[in-house]
């Protein structure tokens, strides 16, 4: 798997080096000679030193050769538009992290997957690339956030996310089926068997498993 990472910071330079462990071919952007410098020293991966918004340096980077590109930098602005270009110029999967929760609707309606954790873009990554050696967070948020992974139980009555009674607090992130997975919005179809990556407060994660009807599996 390739993956090009837009920013260099801590997060850029965390998934980099777990990446990069698991034996994936990594290349970073970062636009600061001190950070980029340090990312390659931490992690041993190309790193290009520039701006993640240039086309020909990301054409530079190979960015249509590449499986993902997460744009990661601290502005939702740069990681607009370096997740819009690198689809644009042939990247198979984008992923950028949101760091203002408004902006939110801009990335909906560019059709851009967005994760304001960067714990749960980890699982994510984990779960679509099935590296078993990505760690996921267990609580976050001082504790009071869970990660909980479970199996859609088989008396489930299938339907739409949006017609599910998700508890308050809770959001489902992920949805695996059949080895695929699908970051889920209103109109997708949760069945039975499905595996759910779901966050929710930590006195409230039981509620998502009597919605949907399971056994918890692996509770985080």
Same mark, same amino acid.
């Given at each position: 798997?390739?993956?090009?990472?837009?920013g260099?910071?801590?997060?850029?330079?965390? &998934?980099?080096?777990?990446?990069?462990?698991?034996?994936?071919?990594?290349?970073v952007?970062?636009?600061?000679?001190?950070?980029?410098? #340090?990312?390659?020293?931490?992690?041993?991966?190309i790193?290009f030193?520039?701006?993640? @918004? *240039?086309?020909?340096?990301? #054409?530079?980077? *190979?960015?249509?050769r590449?499986?993902w590109? &997460?744009?990661?930098t601290?502005?939702?602005?740069?990681?607009?538009?370096?997740?819009?270009?690198?689809? @644009?110029l042939?990247? @198979?999967?984008v992923?950028? !992290?949101?760091? *203002?929760?408004?902006?939110?609707p801009t990335f909906?309606?560019?059709g851009?997957? @967005?994760?304001?954790?960067?714990? &749960?873009?980890?699982?994510?990554?984990?779960?679509d690339?099935?590296?078993?050696? &990505?760690?996921?967070?267990?609580?976050?948020a001082?504790? #009071?956030?869970?990660?909980?992974?479970?199996?859609?139980g088989?008396?489930?009555?299938?339907?739409?996310?949006?017609?599910?009674?998700?508890?308050?607090?809770?959001?489902?992130?992920?949805?695996? !089926?059949?080895?695929?997975?699908?970051v889920p919005?209103g109109?997708?179809?949760?069945?039975?068997?499905d595996?759910?990556?779901?966050?929710s407060?930590?006195?409230?994660?039981? *509620?998502?498993?009597?919605e949907?009807?399971?056994?918890?599996?692996?509770?985080?």
């Amino acid at each position: 798997m390739r993956a090009l990472i837009v920013g260099g910071g801590k997060v850029g330079s965390y &998934l980099a080096r777990k990446l990069a462990r698991s034996g994936h071919t990594v290349t970073v952007i970062e636009p600061r000679r001190d950070v980029a410098m #340090k990312v390659v020293g931490e992690t041993g991966v190309i790193v290009f030193e520039g701006d993640g @918004t *240039d086309v020909e340096l990301l #054409k530079r980077a *190979d960015v249509h050769r590449s499986d993902w590109l &997460l744009a990661v930098t601290g502005k939702d602005d740069v990681n607009l538009v370096a997740a819009q270009l690198g689809r @644009t110029l042939g990247v @198979t999967k984008v992923l950028a !992290r949101l760091n *203002d929760p408004t902006n939110s609707p801009t990335f909906n309606a560019l059709g851009i997957n @967005t994760v304001a954790v960067t714990d &749960l873009m980890v699982g994510v990554l984990e779960r679509d690339l099935k590296v078993d050696v &990505l760690e996921a967070t267990v609580l976050l948020a001082h504790g #009071k956030l869970s990660v909980t992974e479970f199996e859609v139980g088989s008396s489930f009555e299938e339907r739409a996310l949006q017609d599910i009674d998700v508890p308050p607090f809770s959001v489902i992130v992920a949805v695996e !089926r059949a080895g695929e997975l699908i970051v889920p919005r209103g109109p997708t179809i949760i069945r039975p068997g499905d595996r759910i990556v779901a966050t929710s407060l930590v006195d409230r994660a039981s *509620d998502l498993l009597v919605e949907f009807c399971c056994t918890e599996k692996d509770s985080r």
